[in-house]
């Protein structure tokens, strides 16, 4: 069938999550024990407000608020026989004011966290993305721009790095054990695919006070790579 197939990457979503460090906004190598969550407040995270991707725990009025967030990129790739086009009409773009950009499509992805038996126990998002050719395997393929026509080409991946808003799960609540950090492609199947088998990627992690371990245990549920 000649549709997209989007494919989320695990490499970039498990090196980001291992080594991501919010402090310096870049990932870093270097031989800490743990992995580091973010302290923010409501009051910095003023654009995540308008994209309405922090929990209902936040007071949107209550700007010292603390909040702690566990960041990690989401690079997709499209895998198929044909463009990722947007499944709405320009016209109804939605545009966001903080980022100076429009919005293509309004669930993207979907971020979740899980305990050992399936349940969510942080309130994920589903997050709207501002479709383009962040990358391809031949450079000159590079057709679409997040502020032009919007899309992913085939065998060109859209990447959002762990240092944007929403690129993170809300665990301000969350107390410390083990969970499933789960993100899905598409997952309400807005646009056409030729397989969403393929379209979830999950790690394991032992989340703490401050920080969290990585357990090496990440999985891509399609046949690409696991």
Not at 36 to 43: A, K, Y
Not at 92 to 105: G, I
Not at 128 to 135: A, M, R
């Amino acid at each position: 069938m000649e549709v997209p197939d989007l494919v989320p990457s695990l490499p970039f979503f498990e090196r980001s999550l291992k080594y991501y460090d919010p402090e310096v906004k870049a990932e870093v190598r270097d031989n800490r024990e743990k992995n580091r969550i973010e302290f923010s407040t409501v009051g910095e995270l003023a654009c995540a407000i308008e994209d309405k991707c922090l929990a209902s725990s936040a007071d949107r009025n209550n700007h010292s608020q603390e909040i702690k967030l566990l960041r990690f990129s989401s690079h997709t790739d499209n895998f198929g026989l044909l463009p990722l086009y947007p499944p709405v009409p320009e016209r109804y773009w939605t545009w966001h004011r903080c980022h100076n950009h429009y919005h293509s499509m309004e669930v993207f992805v979907s971020y979740h966290l899980l305990d050992t038996d399936g349940n969510r126990v942080a309130e994920g998002h589903k997050a709207s993305f501002c479709l383009e050719d962040s990358s391809c395997v031949n450079s000159e393929d590079r057709y679409f721009y997040c502020d032009e026509e919007q899309g992913i080409s085939v065998n060109c991946g859209d990447h959002y790095g762990a240092e944007l808003d929403c690129q993170w799960i809300d665990i301000t609540t969350v107390p410390p054990g083990n969970y499933k950090v789960e993100v899905t492609v598409n997952p309400v199947k807005s646009i056409m695919e030729s397989n969403y088998e393929n379209n979830v990627l999950s790690c394991m992690i032992e989340l703490d006070e401050d920080g969290f371990y990585t357990t090496d245990n990440c999985l891509h549920s399609g046949k690409l790579y696991s």
